[in-house]
Structures are given as structure tokens and as C-alpha cells.
């Protein structure tokens, strides 16, 4: 008999009160005055009622800011700015907008300060993924101040589905296609003003990456051969892979098996200065390099208001062309779909693959929602009555 598997730890962070977080690298640097101290005694100092609210909130984001809410890992630079962002506002607004007279402490945060804010977000018609998000860092507050729970579901703020209910399929084909743009032409035009945001174009365009995943690949470390990728000699698709990191670490391989990837890559190896280049401008940072990107393709018009598509809808144009290829259909964002169920879901599994997503239900934000199969009419022209099987 053979001896259990050793299961896998768990990445969930362990829901401790106040506890000070890991050590990493990635953190910042500690108040010299607050060597060898901990956050309690930190905290100590700054007694409730005699230290301004918002001195003890900038306490408290200087202590916890990096924590992941639930996961054992730091969070990325842009949700530390944002979460930062959002908790100083929702102190101040407590005053201005919800009525009251003082801002409390934040560790004297109750109920019905969360409730006010939630009246707020209602009457000012937040979309449902920011009512989310801000639930989210108000749990990450508690969470420092080991009120874990504290922060309760939507619904016990009085807020219907729809009201904080993330949408998470498509609604409209969001590709440069459905929206008449000459693909190749508008990624070229870029190409000669800017060579180093047109490589990162024609990868998305080639790879399905995001933004930022264009912006630091390496088109020549990034790419390896299929022995170097441990997938199953089974799933061979190429001799050679682009290696791309994703969101929360994720890494996949894009197979080169098509011309398009092969030829994208040569262009963006023939634009960057070394061996272990990535596609951003040297001279400058990943943030100058992301705002870089972002404003030469608004001086092409790639935004919403000029020709009614942004730089991720190249992305959606790769995803949704896969799962035409292997579904042998169009998905339901582009109109009735005529897809079998059982190829519906090798289809999604396969573009959320392509993706860099961790659950196949992600690829509905580029595809639409899955729908029922519709059985053709018998030859009476009375359609099957009988109960389809998932």
C-alpha cells in the first residue's frame, strides 16, 4: 500500500490579530523608532482620543499596506497606492459627505460609519466591481486591527445584487475588428513614432498579453524551448514557448506555432538593446514605461472616445479568435452562438488558459455568458422536448 501524498500547503494567510506580517524583501524599510517593537506597541503610542484619526490611519498603513487580505504574499505597488488612496478619502468623507461631526479612530470604526459610506456609494450610482473593491479594503482595515468579520456581506448594508454583484461576461465585442479597425495598419503607424510601445502592440496582438505583460517581456530570455516548459510530452503544440508571468505569479507558456507569434517576436528582438532587454524604453522605469505606453496609443486614438477601442481590446481580438478556431463557432458576445455545450467548455477552458486566468470563468469577460443549446425542430417542426444532459 502506498503512502498518502504530503498535501499541499496552503497559500490563505493565517487570520491572526495584528500580527506585524511576514518578513520580505519587498516591504518597506521600519521607522528606526520602531525597531524591535510590535505593531500593538506601535500602536500604544498613539492612544485613541489623543493622537488625530488620521495620523493613527497613516500608522496603521505604514504597519499593514503590503499585506495581501487573505493570501500569505505582499500586494503589488498599484493596490498599496490605491488601497492607501482610498482609506484617507473614506475617513474624510465620513465628515463631508456621510454628516458626521468628527472622524472617528479607526480603531473605534463602527457599523454605522460603514453604513453611511454604503448610503453614499448608493446614492452617488458606484459601479458594482467598486462597492466590491472598497468593501475589500475596508476588510483589509479590520483585518490589521484583528476585527476579522467585521466588515459583513453587501447585503447586510441593504444593497441589492445588482448593486454589488460584479458582471463578469462581456456585453460587447470589445475587439479592434468589430469596431472596423485596420489591425495591422493603425500597429504599424505606431511602430514608426514609437518603436518600443509598437513591439509591445504587435505582442498583445500575437499573444493575447496584457499591458503590462508586454511591456516586460523579454523576447529573448522569455523565450524557451518545449523541454524547459515541464509541460507533458503529450501537449507538445511547438518546439519553442514564450514563458509569460502573469497576475498573482501565474506563469504560462504560448506556444510559437504560428507566424504571427514567431514574427512578433523577431520584431520586438530586433527593437530591444541586449539579450536580457525587456520591451519598455531602458532610459526609463515599468511606471514611466506603462504611461509611455498609455499615451502614445491615445495619441493613435486607440481609446473608447476616438475609434471606440482601447490597447486591451487586441487582447480580447487573440482570445476570442482562439475560441472561434476550437469551438468552430463565434462566442455569445458576437451574436447567437451555435456552439455544442461539451465544445463551449474545452473552448473557455482553453482561451482562460491563453489568458493567464486561474478560473475557466474568467474567459466570459471576453466571450459572454454561456447559453443553452437550442435543439433543432423534428421533422413535424416541433422542436425536441427531451431534456438535454450537461
Same mark, same amino acid.
Given at each position: ?22 518578513? +520580505? ?20 503610542? @498613539? ?65 454605522? @460609519? ?51 454583484? %460584479? ?9 479592434? +475588428? ?35 505583460? +508586454? ?18 510530452? #503529450? ?49 526609463? #522605469? ?57 465544445? #463551449?467548455?474545452?473552448? %473557455? ?23 443553452? %443549446?437550442? #435543439? ?15
Amino acid at each position: 500500500m502506498s503512502e498518502p501524498s504530503t498535501p499541499r500547503p496552503s497559500r490563505r494567510r493565517i487570520q491572526e490579530p495584528s500580527s506585524p506580517g511576514r518578513s +520580505s524583501q519587498h516591504q518597506p524599510t521600519r521607522r528606526q523608532s520602531w525597531a524591535g517593537k510590535t505593531p500593538q506597541e506601535i500602536l500604544a503610542r @498613539h492612544p485613541a482620543g489623543q493622537t488625530p484619526p488620521l495620523k493613527v490611519l497613516e500608522v496603521l498603513i505604514e504597519l499593514f499596506n503590503t499585506l495581501h487580505t487573505s493570501l500569505a504574499k505582499t500586494v503589488s505597488h498599484k493596490t498599496r497606492q490605491e488601497r492607501a488612496q482610498f482609506l484617507r478619502r473614506f475617513f474624510r468623507e465620513l465628515k463631508a459627505k456621510a454628516g458626521f461631526k468628527t472622524v472617528p479612530d479607526p480603531r473605534n470604526l463602527g457599523q454605522k @460609519h460603514i453604513q453611511a459610506m454604503v448610503q453614499v456609494w448608493q446614492q452617488e450610482h458606484l459601479a458594482p466591481a467598486t462597492i466590491q473593491t472598497y468593501l475589500s479594503f475596508l476588510r483589509g482595515l479590520a483585518m490589521w486591527m484583528g476585527k476579522h468579520g467585521f466588515v459583513r456581506a453587501p447585503s447586510h448594508y441593504g444593497l441589492s445584487l445588482d448593486e454589488y454583484q %460584479r458582471h463578469e461576461y462581456a456585453s460587447r465585442d470589445k475587439s479592434w +475588428s468589430a469596431q472596423g479597425v485596420d489591425i495591422d495598419a493603425l500597429i504599424d503607424q505606431v511602430c514608426q513614432h514609437d518603436r518600443y510601445v509598437g513591439a509591445s502592440l504587435r505582442l498583445i496582438h500575437a499573444m493575447g498579453l496584457r499591458r503590462k505583460e +508586454s511591456v516586460l517581456f523579454r523576447p529573448f530570455d522569455s523565450i524557451v524551448p518545449f523541454e524547459a516548459t515541464g509541460l507533458p510530452p #503529450d501537449e507538445q503544440e511547438a518546439d519553442r514557448y514564450a514563458w509569460v508571468k502573469g497576475k498573482g505569479g501565474r506563469v504560462r507558456y504560448i506556444p510559437l506555432d504560428r507566424p504571427s507569434r514567431v514574427l512578433a517576436v523577431e520584431f520586438a528582438q530586433g527593437v530591444v538593446c541586449s539579450q536580457d532587454a525587456h520591451m519598455g524604453d531602458p532610459a526609463h #522605469d515599468l511606471r514611466k514605461n506603462l504611461r509611455r505606453f498609455d499615451y502614445v496609443v491615445a495619441k493613435f486614438g486607440i481609446t473608447v472616445r476616438e475609434l471606440g477601442v482601447t490597447a486591451h481590446g487586441l487582447r480580447h481580438e487573440v482570445l476570442i479568435g482562439h475560441y472561434q478556431a476550437l469551438a468552430g463557432g463565434p462566442p455569445p458576445v458576437r451574436g447567437e452562438g451555435t456552439v455544442a455545450p461539451e465544445l #463551449d467548455r474545452a473552448a %473557455r477552458q482553453a482561451v482562460a488558459h491563453l489568458a493567464g486566468h486561474a478560473r475557466p470563468r474568467a474567459a466570459g469577460a471576453y466571450l459572454g455568458a454561456a447559453r443553452p %443549446r437550442k #435543439d433543432p425542430p423534428d421533422l413535424d417542426g416541433h422542436a425536441d422536448c427531451e431534456p438535454s444532459h450537461p
